[in-house]
């Protein structure tokens, strides 16, 4: 913003000949591009009067770009399509064609008063330019050296959005100047405000009034009220901003900014402004607690944690408008058979967990989960879910949030051990409670869960109870670094996150469920890192590959051997047997799939989790409450709720595929590994 600014004050120092100069130039440009500018107008008008086509302003990287002329770069608006592994479609962007307020008699008279009042006071009094506004917001503008204040009429911003490009410069401003007188001499004050509310952006989306009336408020524009016309009106300057289901409050204290600004002009009785205000908010926070399935507007939407996932990071590389109407198709490694079954699956436990305690406690936040799934041999992601069911007050996606794992440690303790040579599944340790002493005055006195001791036991049994006594000997003996080495090399959390102290054999240290369900990959792999990722390629409208991310790096260098893994399944498939943590939920499901798995719980019940692996998918459950200061509940640990929706999950994954046992090496000290984990 301050090379225009500045370029400004250049152009003011270099006297009145350079001022005329750039008008006359922006007079020049006009006169030169008037028929087509006059064409635009009136094809624009007879569009929204009578719909049948949308229409999209191609990137500057897709074309090239004509100076002042915007509008010469639009070709018909295409929806932008996701698709899975499969080439099923997971989503597509909404383009709803003709979707316009085609009169202005069918205007609500507060919404043109909102807009008037908020964007510009002296709307019916111009000629499409308020010279002393624009003066004062130059001034302005060059005393902070940025844009301070708004000078642009309504008739000038319609122009802008009509003509110009996006570039800024004086140029483009001076030209704008002359496309809004035109405007004003061919349309009436309302026929301008009826292009300018069908030419805006709301968000979500949602492009024009029509649009935008129906997504926020399921209606069309002419039946909006007054509180609903001034929360659409206070969006347009900044609709990512001032959306209430991106920023409650500021959406909030822009309702109140243009609710004041029409009393300021007579339009309303400034004593009920905050009557108004409150009215509108309580209404909304009773439709913002209707579940919604996306946050765009969408025609095809299978997968709504998933394509807000991708939405955002799209964003990152697309602008909005280019993923709304351009027409691209984004190849995802993602299996939407395998995301509807986690999304059932994982619903499916905690309908059940929150209904049961209904009136009790922890009903204000309830209970919520977070589920992702990979493929071992590469990290490609399958599947991933952020929650119990998508919606404008449950967007949070908590597979990107870390929480304390628990047990889910303990596999990286017993694999360090196996592999450095020194332990087997069938060495014996004492399970016994066991005191640290911290300092003089203090003692640590960590304990198993349930208070339960069961004195010798195999290294293969301690993992299958989760004996935290025995992890923590075993931690202590193998040492805390080469824990951290291997946790953090195959999950991707950084080394300097996590305790260097016994507490980690308890896990103690923050991950999310596409960290564990990455890390726990390297045990059924060969002991390979991987890297997870979503994108394969993304094309234009025309088919041309834009990017393309299909050819993968090489495998990483194995960091467990060959043996190490072998053993690791072999105890770990013990988790789903009689002595194991999970037993119980494999038996209320019917679980019988070849498979990995460990139990976890963090202290109080706070966090509940299950991470585990087939051969072809790892993918960890986590459960709790968004507020972690607030417990699950006495007895909802990882084995008894986690692991069940986990079970389910790779049931359905399963259903329509065949299922396969894992491939261990052959050698001596592998075999040796898994006879013992299986007595």
Known sequence: MRKPLLALAALLAAGPAAVLAVFGYGYWTYKANEKAIVERMDQYYLTITSPGHEQYLLESDETFEVPYLASKLSVEAVPTKILDANDRLIGEFSVEKGLYVTSPDDLPVYLKRALVATEDGTFYQHHGVNWRAMTRAVLTDLRHLRKAQGGSTLTQQLAKMMFTTRKKTIGRKAFELFCARKLEQKFTKDQILLMYLNFAYFGHGAFGIEAASRYYFGKPAKELQLGEAAMLVGIIPNPAKYSPYDNLELAKARHRTVLTRMAKLGFIPSTAVERYSDEFWAQMARKAREPRVSFWKMTVNEAPYLVERIRRELLKDYSKERLLKGGLRIHTTFDLELEKSAESSLTAELDSLNAAEKGAAGEDDPIEGALAAVRPDDGAILALVGGSRFGFQNQLDRTETHRPIGSNVKPFVWARAFDSGRFKPEDVFHDAPITYKISNARKWKPHNYGNKYFGDVTLAFALHKSLNSVAIQLLQQVGVDPVIDLFSRATGVPASSLPRNLSLALGTSDASVLDLARGYSIFVNGGRPVQPYWLRYVEDREGKVLRDERQRPPPAAPILKPETCAAMIGVMRGIFGPEGSAYG????????????????????????????????????????????????????????????????????????????????????????????AAH
């Open 585 to 676: 939920a494999a038996r209320r499901t019917g679980f019988n799939i070849p498979a990995i798995g460990k139990t976890g719980t963090t202290n109080d019940f706070r966090d509940a989790w299950f991470t585990g692996a087939t051969p072809d998918i790892a993918a960890s459950v986590w459960m709790g409450r968004d507020d972690m200061r607030v417990a699950l509940g006495e007895g909802l640990a990882g084995g008894a709720i986690a692991a069940p929706a986990w079970m389910n999950f790779i049931k359905g994954a399963y259903r329509n595929r065949p299922t396969r046992d894992f491939v261990v090496p052959t050698s001596t000290a592998a075999a040796q590994g898994l006879s013992a």
